[in-house]
């Protein structure tokens, strides 16, 4: 099985003190200084990917506008 696949049942059985615990040793293993750091990164990471998604469908869309008007050009001649 996929490990990504996997993230999502891992932490969805997380429950109360499972979930403090876990926040704690993530603060004692990264630090406070650091956190704050490794967010921002993930934030700019996300905004990224997103970036490229819409990207990646503004070419669809075009890839789907020009067959679109050669199929029209088609269909006059």
Do not use: H, Y
Request: proline share 3%.
């Amino acid at each position: 099985m996929n490990t990504i696949m996997m993230i999502p049942l891992f932490l969805g059985n997380l429950r109360g003190w499972q979930l403090i615990i876990l926040l704690l040793v993530i603060l004692l293993l990264f630090g406070g200084k650091k956190i704050p750091e490794l967010m921002r990164n993930m934030g700019k990471g996300v905004a990224g990917f997103k970036q490229g998604l819409e990207e990646a469908k503004a070419e669809i869309n075009k890839a789907a506008e020009s067959s679109d008007d050669k199929d029209k050009k088609g269909e006059e001649k």
